[in-house]
């Protein structure tokens, strides 16, 4: 167990519909990261907030977006979903944005878009 | 920009045999390197990184690789497969600026290792 949470474990859900997936760091943690796993593009960093603030941005598409709570739990909300955002998204926490931190990578969601 | 190439999809070794795994990368800058581990339907679990310092590292459950400067090379190495090894292994590069904030990590495509009785 990584310490990283991440609610749902997994999502079934329609195209053009609007999803929030969620993530809680560890304890003491203030950086997190999202990556989207697929078959085809693999592993890829999406963006990175920390201690609130957005830090880097990957390959996120702009129907995608993402924020860091005061309470350090971090929501990726994907909207107009098509079938190809059907992918395993993984959140990963450390502890600060200057490296080389060791990222923690919680359980993912898998996202299903029929 | 940065790429991890892994040579092999899938490696299949028998149990007590050496497990080899091969990562290359390419970075503009000395890179942080990296090898996790993917258990099906879990996580990926961190196996061991090079910063700096001894460019052989070892990791959990007995693996270890070796950061090769003059190869681009980071392998990741087992003397002794265990049926426990089988599992999803990827190789990831970090870049690292002084005063940058941007540790993502670039992974490769990830290894499939299979180990047979």
């Known amino acids: 167990d990584s310490g990283v949470t991440q609610t749902p474990k997994h999502l079934i859900t329609a195209t053009g519909q609007r999803v929030t997936l969620r993530c809680s760091p560890r304890?003491?943690?203030?950086?997190v990261y999202w990556y989207q796993q697929s078959l085809d593009q693999g592993l890829q960093f999406l963006i990175q907030?920390?201690?609130?603030?957005?830090?880097a941005k990957g390959n996120i598409l702009e129907r995608f977006s993402a924020q860091q709570f005061p309470d350090l739990h971090s929501e990726l909300n994907l909207s107009s979903l098509e079938l190809g955002d059907s992918a395993l998204y993984f959140c990963?926490?450390?502890?600060?944005?200057?490296?080389?931190?060791?990222?923690?990578f919680g359980p993912g969601t898998r996202l299903t878009v029929l | 920009a940065q790429s991890v190439t892994q040579l092999g999809s899938h490696v299949s070794v028998s149990e007590g045999a050496l497990v080899l795994l091969r990562c290359n990368y390419s970075?503009?800058?000395?890179?942080?390197l990296f090898w996790y581990v993917q258990y099906p339907n879990q996580g990926l679990q961190l196996l061991l990184k090079?910063?700096?310092?001894?460019?052989l590292v070892k990791g959990i459950n007995g693996f270890e690789a070796e950061f090769k400067k003059s190869e681009t090379s980071f392998h990741l190495t087992k003397p002794s497969a265990h049926m426990s090894d089988a599992a999803e292994y990827f190789c990831?590069?970090?870049?690292?600026?002084?005063?940058?904030?941007?540790?993502?990590?670039?992974f490769g495509k990830g290894t499939l290792l299979t180990v047979n009785p």
């Open positions: 990963a926490s450390s502890v600060a944005w200057v490296g080389p931190d060791t990222q923690y």
């Open positions: 304890s003491g943690d203030l950086s």
């Open positions: 907030y920390y201690n609130g603030e957005e830090r």
């Open positions: 970075s503009s800058v000395p890179p942080y």
């Open positions: 090079y910063t700096t310092g001894a460019t």
């Open positions: 990831a590069v970090s870049d690292h600026y002084s005063g940058g904030s941007n540790y993502k990590l670039t």
